[in-house]
């Protein structure tokens, strides 16, 4: 029975098949990976086992336990589908996914997905937010990446603390990812301000940390200094990995150091700075299995929620939650990977 | 990465509170108002509802209660609120300021 084959997914989305016995190996491994990397419990027996259930199942999951159903944000609604090209306006984009997907909520925002590159076409997407706010009655975030890496130049006015830091000029590298920081914080606090005054009913700051450390840090005092402002803001923080890139390597935020944090650390920061909800990643490995992977990303996603103050909303996209790393992944690949991290680690969305 | 059927959907299906279909949209509220963790959050909003936690993911319940008290469907029908009009209905209801609401106000000298 231990060596009975059964079909399944790798990280990247290929069909592999596996024994019952590889597939209890692969939880017990994933979790195990976790476990050791984040200094975190693994996953209790009874927890594996229901991994093993959903993962050794001919059929895919239906549906989580009843009553365990969670509520959804999103990293930008529109951007989905207009990569698939459909010529319709953002605001019906956003009726698409109330109406005929039942989105809990809904994200405006813009296909150039940074702060600073909405920055000089504010107004319009103020126009654009406004009259979507009176079509729609669920709750409406505006979503953007702070995307810090823009600020260097040639494309933005930071020196370049890459090619500084490949050169061996470490001082003048962190002051260059230093210097970027201070610009980046003010575009966001001047964009998402503007949107607030608009009737956002929340600001999604979507893959912080995608520039290491400076990237974090700037999100953070940028939440800081919005939460001061505008005490009763909705602030998301959805992360860009599982750890946080020591591009610096030397920057902190409360007397804590920022590079090397993992999800159960980063959500402490962002209550600190006063984020309402926080969107942890666990990345998808493409040469694991998602069984694997799952154990992983539950293993991580569960110190997570017992951390947490605040809700949680697991990143669950292409690439990352146990998602595999590919532009259309598998159907039964997503449904498993849905029904295991919201079974186990009782997430308060994704 | 615009596979909305294969993320969006999937996710809607096997984990999801429905939106409008239900009172996902009412729970998320509460989140994202009050910051409350998902079990305070569908406690309070049945408690508003008078309904219990199953209900709340319960269309045929759902779409009874969100008619009865002009919440905004799915489907909209004649002469029930929608959009902006179900907000004002949502925000008495939950006890929560919606900014959008609360800027439409102003704007319409309300």
Redesign the interface.
């Known amino acids: 029975m231990a060596n009975k084959k059964i079909l399944t997914w790798m990280g990247d989305g290929s069909f592999v098949e596996l024994t019952e016995s590889e597939i209890k190996e692969d939880l017990e491994g994933g979790t195990k990976d976790a476990a050791d990397r984040g200094r975190i419990d693994p996953l209790t027996q009874d927890e594996l086992d229901h991994l093993f259930d959903i993962y050794s199942s001919s059929s895919p999951?239906?549906?989580?336990e009843?009553?365990?159903?969670?509520?959804?944000?999103?990293d930008t609604?529109c951007?989905?589908?207009q990569?698939?090209l459909l010529p319709i306006d953002r605001t019906q984009m956003l009726q698409l996914?109330?109406?005929a997907?039942?989105?809990?909520?809904v994200e405006l925002g813009h296909i150039d997905y940074s702060f600073k590159a909405i920055k000089p076409i504010v107004g319009y997407e103020r126009s654009v937010l406004e009259q979507a706010?009176?079509?729609?009655?669920?709750?409406?975030m505006y979503g953007a990446m702070p995307n810090l890496g823009i600020y260097s130049q040639p494309d933005g006015p930071a020196p370049n603390s890459s090619e500084l830091m490949s050169a061996g000029k470490i001082e003048e590298a962190r002051a260059a990812s230093e210097a970027a920081i201070e610009h980046a914080v003010a575009d966001m606090v001047f964009v998402a301000s503007e949107l607030?005054?608009?009737?956002?009913?929340?600001i999604d700051f979507d893959t912080t940390g995608a520039a290491g450390d400076p990237d974090f840090l700037a999100t953070l005092r940028a939440v800081e200094i919005l939460k001061k402002k505008y005490p009763?803001m909705?602030i998301e923080m959805g992360m860009s990995g599982e750890f946080v890139l020591g591009m610096h390597g030397d920057l902190h935020y409360e007397d804590i150091r920022l590079a090397g944090l993992f999800p159960h650390e980063q959500v402490k920061l962002a209550e600190k700075a006063g984020v309402?909800?926080f969107g942890p990643v666990v990345n998808t490995t493409t040469a694991d299995s998602c069984a694997w992977n799952v154990a992983r990303v539950a293993t991580f996603l569960k110190a997570c929620v017992e951390q947490s103050n605040?809700?949680v909303h697991a990143n669950?996209?292409?690439g990352v939650g146990g998602?595999p790393l590919n532009?259309?992944?598998?159907?039964d690949a997503?449904?498993r990977a849905?029904?295991a991290v919201?079974d186990i680690t009782?997430?308060?969305?994704? | 990465?615009?596979?909305?059927?294969?993320?969006?959907?999937?996710?809607?299906?096997?984990?999801?509170?429905?939106?409008?279909?239900?009172a996902?949209?009412l729970?998320?509220?509460m989140?994202?108002?009050r910051?409350?963790?998902?079990k305070e959050?569908k406690n309070f909003v049945a408690n508003k509802l008078g309904v219990s936690?199953?209900d709340l993911?319960d269309p045929v319940i759902m779409a009874e209660i969100r008619e009865d008290l002009q919440?905004?469907l799915?489907?909209p029908q004649p002469g029930l609120a929608?959009?902006?009009e179900?907000?004002f209905r949502?925000s008495e209801l939950l006890g929560i300021?919606?900014?959008?609401l609360?800027?439409?106000k102003g704007k319409a000298g309300l």
């Open positions: 999951p239906g549906h989580v009843q009553g365990n159903e969670v509520v959804f944000t999103y609604t951007n989905e589908i990569r698939n996914y109330e109406k997907l039942g989105a809990d909520t706010l009176l079509v729609t009655t669920v709750p409406v607030y005054e608009s009737g956002a009913d929340g009763d909705c309402t909800i605040i809700p669950m996209g292409m998602v532009s259309i992944p598998p159907i997503v449904a849905s029904k919201v009782q997430l308060d969305g994704l | 990465m615009g596979d909305v059927l294969g993320v969006a959907a999937t996710h809607g299906v096997v984990s999801g509170m429905g939106g409008l279909r239900a996902g949209d729970v998320a509220r989140q994202m108002s910051g409350m963790r998902i959050a936690l199953r993911t919440l905004g799915i489907n929608m959009g902006m179900a907000k949502i300021e919606i900014n959008s609360h800027r439409f």
